[in-house]
């Protein structure tokens, strides 16, 4: 996973709230076994004059020329809601952003960005989504600065911002634990062994 | 000192404190289906990473496969085969339990866990799937995850989780006639709104909870995912335990004693702090239908789509108007006079055998409305085998209703079927999203029985309603 520090990027707003991962890429745009080729998929219901099609629709922002290459995504309150596919994420990524700042994001859906390099960040979007504007990220600072030079602090757990600035890969920083996690089992086992189907 | 029932699993479960507020969790069960279970399979071996331990993990065909008789690995929805094919290959490899199509077992993951005693108390369970939620009906910290981390759990058997807060909703009092915990899940949407519970688990208490069977536990939990917690539990007791008793993977003999015993200590302690709670008296919940485009925009039935003066803590200007306008509905509007063209009961939230009953017993000796597209597809084989052999499939294709093959179905529209643009939709399903049953379909969900009510009168339509029409 690519290490993410800065970014300065142009901020795509999409300040609807509620916002679910059907609409971030339909079921229907799920076409293969894999994490790759969902892009083109991403906001389908939105971008495209019709289901399936692929005519952009002129009034949705993502086909708007003044946002184009832009990394970071504004959007609406309880960002992701709704089905677990990490689609959503792939799509974002593939896609080319980098960072989605709204009020509040799905937990599900927050976990799934940070495993794919996608920055969640905890802001009131609204107040960003004027003229087409970059904004600053930084994450080990975590702030978001604008155009203006105001900035803007945001939270983020340790662990996240940890995985997130260093490119980790999660599976491989607790296989090290490995004989930890082993123990545990061992233990937890004689207590509950009704749990166990692996004799 | 006194800890809530989540402490007292999470702290069984925590293999180390990461520090930060993560904890290294153990996890007890890992549940797949062939969406996105075998893209976290096939990822794990393309890393050449095996499954730690195939044995405490099963898979199921759900989400993708037709629910129409006859059906095989072949489905409507385009490029859906690959999906069941990759599944069947990578369970095959890893060793682990699938429950195919053609097994009497296979259903959707949800219904078939509880059948089989796969999800016990007091245990971690993950799956690929938000609605995993459902399942801390049975006293289990169980929580829906994405695909990244199921092969996280798959090759640590842990998971790297950021401690969730703590909420209690203690629903107190009896529910009223006719009112069910479908009509419960969505009154708290409505009351607390679709961010409610961001990043908590859920701890539904109180007598009215209590008075539920595990079926109605399901399904009240099921709908946690839409108010955005991190899951859902109710303590366990004797109506978990009896309904436990005796299913394939639940413990036998001796072992099943000192297991009880154990889950009996699992209960949130008197004098256990909770980050907030909730009172709620059940005599205020009425039967329930939602109006817009999120589950949050729900009303009592009878009660006309609410102007935006009335929910402006809960939505802005925008998300109420735009919701209207997708659902061609105006401010002050009567439901009642919402003509409907499609009626459909099934998903995990409302296809387990107690919901297919209820709507059964409206339905006996009365008539799908003219126009209706009427469907029931049951949660599982088990469910499908039951209902028939009480006749209740008789009871639903008198009516007129189409008698499916377990799965998820049309619960959403993953490019096979669908109700089609702009029809409107009363479904005793969990998500009223735009698009989510098919490009432009217009979803109202309720409890089975008011889908079934309103299926009979071709308009949304409470069951007592009926006595008038019939």
Redesign the interface.
């Given at each position: 996973m690519t290490p993410f520090t800065t970014l300065t990027s142009i901020a795509m707003p999409l300040i609807r709230d509620n916002i679910d991962t059907d609409a971030i890429i339909p079921s229907r745009e799920m076409k293969t076994v894999g994490k790759t080729g969902l892009s083109d998929g991403l906001f389908a219901g939105w971008r495209y004059t019709e289901v399936g099609g692929r005519v952009p629709e002129p009034g949705f922002v993502l086909n708007d020329p003044a946002y184009a290459g832009a990394a970071i995504l504004l959007g609406g309150a309880n960002f992701g809601c709704g089905s677990s596919r990490e689609h959503a994420a792939w799509a974002l990524a593939e896609y080319g952003f980098r960072a989605v700042i709204a009020p509040s994001f799905n937990p599900i859906f927050r976990g799934n960005c940070v495993r794919n390099g996608i920055v969640p960040i905890a802001l009131e979007a609204r107040a960003l989504a004027g003229a087409p504007q970059p904004l600053a990220i930084d994450l080990p600072a975590q702030t978001v600065t604008d155009a203006a030079g105001t900035v803007a602090t945001f939270a983020i757990d340790e662990e996240a911002k940890a995985m997130l600035v260093g490119g980790l890969d999660a599976i491989d920083l607790t296989l090290r634990r490995r004989d930890v996690i082993a123990a545990f089992r061992d233990a937890h086992r004689t207590a509950h062994p009704w749990v166990y189907f692996d004799a | 000192m006194a800890k809530t029932l989540f402490e007292k699993i999470w702290d069984?479960?925590l293999?180390?404190d990461?520090?930060?507020?993560?904890g290294?969790v153990?996890i007890?069960r890992v549940l797949l289906h062939e969406?996105?279970g075998?893209?976290a399979l096939?990822?794990l071996a393309a890393a050449a990473?095996p499954v730690a331990?195939?044995?405490?993990v099963f898979a199921t065909m759900d989400h993708v496969v037709d629910t129409l008789p006859g059906r095989t690995d072949r489905t409507i929805?385009?490029?859906g085969t690959?999906?069941i094919t990759?599944t069947r290959e990578a369970a095959k490899a890893a060793g682990i339990t699938l429950f195919d199509l053609g097994d009497p077992r296979q259903g959707i993951v949800h219904v078939i866990s509880p059948e089989q005693a796969i999800v016990?108390p007091?245990?971690t369970l993950v799956c690929?799937?938000?609605h995993t939620c459902s399942q801390g009906a049975l006293g289990a910290l169980a929580w829906?995850?994405?695909?990244?981390?199921a092969?996280?759990a798959l090759?640590?058997?842990?998971l790297?989780v950021?401690r969730?807060k703590t909420m209690r909703i203690t629903i107190d009092g009896v529910l009223g006639a006719g009112v069910t915990a479908k009509d419960l899940a969505l009154h708290l949407l409505a009351r607390f709104g679709?961010?409610g519970a961001?990043?908590h688990v859920l701890e539904y208490a109180g007598t009215a909870v209590r008075a539920l069977n595990v079926e109605g536990r399901l399904t009240l939990c099921n709908m946690a995912?839409?108010c955005?917690a991190?899951s859902a539990i109710i303590a366990p007791d004797d109506t978990v335990f009896a309904y436990l008793a005796g299913r394939p993977?639940a413990?036998k003999g001796a072992?099943?004693d000192?297991?009880v015993a154990?889950w009996r200590t699992l209960a949130s302690d008197a004098g256990a702090t909770f980050d907030t709670e909730h009172r709620v008296d059940a005599a205020d919940v009425a039967p329930m239908v939602t109006w817009g485009?999120?589950p949050q925009q729900a009303v009592p039935l009878g009660r006309a789509v609410p102007a935006f003066a009335d929910v402006s803590d809960r939505?802005?200007a925008?998300?109420h108007a735009?919701a209207l306008d997708y659902m061609g509905l105006a401010e002050g509007e009567a439901l009642a006079h919402a003509p409907i063209d499609a009626a459909f009961i099934g998903s995990c939230t409302n296809a387990r055998l107690s919901d297919l009953r209820r709507a059964a017993a409206i339905l006996k000796g009365r008539r799908v409305a003219t126009g209706v597209r009427a469907i029931c597809v049951p949660g599982s084989g088990a469910v499908k085998a039951a209902a028939e052999a009480e006749g209740l499939d008789r009871i639903f294709l008198d009516a007129g209703f189409e008698w499916r093959e377990p799965g998820c179905s049309m619960c959403?529209?993953?490019?096979g079927e669908s109700f089609g643009p702009q029809q409107r939709v009363i479904t005793s399903t969990n998500?009223n999203?735009?698009?989510?049953q098919g490009?432009g379909t217009r979803s109202h969900l309720a409890s089975p029985e008011t889908v079934a009510a309103s299926a009979i009168a071709g308009r949304i339509a409470a069951p007592a309603a009926l006595e008038q029409i019939a």
């Open positions: - | 069984r479960h293999v180390e990461l520090g930060g507020g993560t290294l153990l007890d969406r996105t075998g893209v096939e990822s990473r331990s195939p044995a405490q929805m385009p490029t690959a999906f990759a016990l007091g245990l690929p799937d938000s829906g995850i994405g695909s990244s981390e092969e996280h090759a640590t058997t842990t790297r950021t969730p679709s961010s961001k990043g995912t839409e955005a991190f993977y413990p072992m099943w000192r297991a154990d485009t999120s939505d802005t925008e998300a735009r959403f529209f993953a490019g998500r999203f735009e698009s989510r490009p």
